[in-house]
């Protein structure tokens, strides 16, 4: 749920604990990743200069792409680059990422001309040292913000390339340390998952709260394209599916489901188109042939049945002791005792005694539960 | 070249393209072939069309396959004197046939620096017209691996420096791989990484029925579209048939050829 990502993003880290950290991952099944980012960094973007965030900035490290491709996209989107409030920071890590061309202008004698393409551009030519990159981008970003108790956010375009650049563990703790600073509201990154092997993005699913996945409507069985006409339609690279996986702080995990579409304005989400109206849960249950739920009729159907321990089995109405209610048919010696069991008259009888209301038959609940040892 | 037989392919790689004509409309052109059927075609059909499109366009080819001669022998026959654009200084060969990086154990940062340093003041030092109208190529991605003693990470530091180029100076890079080299179970990463760089890639493959007379093999074309790189963009697929004559290539739709 591309909104729901904005929100938390928006909302950024609390006193105390790690930023939020989101991945976006894709494939080249559905290579689609940078376009999600491109939106949640237009949208975050908005809401800082609409001051609706917790971030005051953002200093987005730009690895795979110009400097000048984020500010045409961002003008494109109608956000105001140029604004006099100081609030964007790019980290130039395209043009010379591993300080060729320095050198390169060194052996020739000429003098390094600042190549910025404006005030809110400064170069990085270090990739290889992720020391360095951490110290330039919170220096940035505190700069930005200028107070001490004010954060910004961090966009890395793209981990892929960091990772080819150094090492997994030191991403890691690059990434780790970015979620521990103090002025970090919230970060976020793409990835590519088939350049890596499948621990290093096991291992960044672990440091991120929310992961994103874009992925086709279907997948090719042997993970790579095959080279027939069928796995490639037009279709398959406009449209796929958006699957997010939240982690709470009380640990609980939460999966939410979208589908996306791109065309030429940019891309859109909507919610998966599910037969029944069932939740979006439902999307990930292998299909069947035959039906795991329950429709309406059979709900009510379902309610209306009497469990053969529950009636009297003589005609009589049906009585539920539950224990709560003062009976006025049974006799004084049945309420003394806790069981209330009835004495012994001449036909067996079986007693049920419910023990809540709430209980549905069939029901997994232990009774146990809620029992504090 | 009949104008019909070349707009299959250059209207598939948006040479016709309101933005930028006489160029692809895409910054990176990715090749890819297999042992069945090989995408020098394409790589030959884009050093005449990149040489023709425009009065002052340049091409700087990095050669590791073939030496200068058999280009100049196959593009002589398709309407294109390779020889004569060197000499006018049009067509830039840089023989990469005997180099190779210093086996010393060092990793050959310095050989490809060096070697862009070589493009890049190549591309400085032409005239202000043509610097917008280069296009550089490689022929190919897995021999220069080989004489980078197989160091895949600084092969594409080198193609990332020469797509920064491309923006700098508005010009084409233009590669050319092979899928079916790659060892299976080990992820073929330079491969991988390319096809999230291109712009546009050209898949070069037999037909699914298999080796025939007159249809040597199929094209696919996927091209971003990233005239506007800072907008999202649908992948837009084509798929057609090619036959390669003496003196030129032909290129059809499947099914629209009658023999």
């Known amino acids: 749920m591309a909104e729901s990502i904005c929100r938390v993003l928006r909302d950024g880290a609390l006193e105390g604990e790690h930023a939020p950290a989101l991945t976006i991952k894709d494939s080249l099944d559905s290579p689609f990743a940078f376009d999600v980012f491109s939106y949640i960094l237009v949208q975050l973007s908005s809401q800082i200069l609409r001051g609706n965030s917790q971030s005051r900035g953002i200093v987005i490290v730009a690895v795979s792409r110009s400097p000048s491709s984020y500010i045409s996209l961002l003008k494109t989107k109608g956000v105001d680059v140029e604004s006099s409030q100081k609030w964007i920071h790019i980290l130039d890590c395209y043009t010379d990422p591993l300080g060729w061309k320095n050198k390169i202008q060194k052996s020739r004698n000429v003098k390094d001309i600042p190549h910025q393409s404006s005030l809110i551009t400064s170069s990085y030519k270090a990739m290889k040292d992720l020391e360095k990159l951490f110290s330039v981008i919170t220096e940035l970003g505190g700069g930005l913000v200028e107070e001490k108790k004010a954060r910004f956010c961090v966009a890395i375009d793209s981990l892929s390339e960091l990772l080819r650049h150094t090492t997994s563990p030191s991403v890691s703790g690059f990434l780790s340390n970015l979620r521990c600073h103090d002025q970090i509201s919230c970060i976020f990154g793409l990835l590519h998952s088939d350049l890596h092997d499948d621990k290093v993005p096991a291992a960044l699913d672990y440091m991120s709260s929310m992961v994103a996945n874009v992925e086709p409507f279907h997948h090719s069985f042997n993970g790579q394209r095959g080279n027939s006409e069928n796995s490639l339609s037009e279709q398959s690279f406009t449209r796929g599916k958006f699957n997010v996986r939240f982690k709470r702080r009380n640990g609980r995990v939460r999966v939410m489901s979208e589908e996306f579409k791109v065309d030429p304005e940019g891309i859109s989400f909507t919610s998966v188109s599910s037969v029944d109206g069932a939740s979006s849960v439902s999307g990930l249950l292998p299909k069947l042939q035959f039906n795991l739920q329950l429709s309406e009729k059979e709900r009510t159907d379902r309610a209306k049945v009497v469990l053969p321990f529950e009636h009297q089995g003589n005609g009589r109405p049906i009585q539920i002791y539950d224990g709560r209610r003062s009976l006025e048919d049974y006799n004084a010696e049945a309420k003394q005792t806790s069981g209330g069991k009835k004495g012994g008259s001449g036909t067996g009888e079986i007693i049920y005694y419910r023990d809540s209301d709430d209980e549905m038959p069939d029901s997994d609940e232990d009774p146990d539960d809620d029992l504090d040892i | 070249m009949e104008p019909q037989a070349s707009n299959l392919l250059d209207e598939a790689l948006g040479f016709h393209g309101h933005a930028n004509p006489g160029r692809p409309g895409g910054r990176f052109v990715l090749i890819e072939d297999c042992l069945d059927t090989s995408g020098a075609v394409v790589l030959h059909h884009l050093i005449k069309r990149s040489l023709v499109s425009h009065p002052y366009s340049v091409v700087i080819f990095l050669a590791f396959n073939h030496p200068f001669a058999h280009y100049d022998r196959i593009l002589r026959k398709l309407g294109c004197n390779l020889a004569a654009q060197r000499d006018n200084s049009r067509f830039f ?123 040597h093999g199929q094209l696919t074309v996927m091209n971003k579209e990233t005239q506007n790189p800072q907008i999202s963009s649908p992948i837009k697929i084509r798929n057609f048939h090619f036959r390669i004559k003496e003196n030129s290539i032909e290129y059809f739709y499947p099914g629209t050829k009658a023999w």
């Open chain 2, 93 to 215: 060969f840089i023989d990469m046939l005997m180099c190779q990086c210093p086996d010393d154990g060092k990793i050959p940062q310095f050989w490809l620096t060096g070697l862009f340093e070589k493009i890049e003041g190549l591309i400085s030092s032409l005239h202000p017209d043509s610097k917008n109208f280069v296009t550089i190529m490689i022929d190919d991605v897995s021999l220069f691996e080989v004489a980078a003693n197989g160091s895949s990470n600084d092969v594409l530091d080198f193609m990332h420096y020469c797509l920064t180029l491309t923006s700098e100076f508005d010009s084409t890079f233009v590669a050319l791989d092979h899928k079916d080299i790659y060892l299976d179970g080990e992820k073929p990463i330079l491969i991988l990484e390319m096809e999230y760089l291109a712009d546009i890639l050209i898949k070069v493959e037999p037909l699914a029925t298999g080796l025939a007379k007159d249809v």
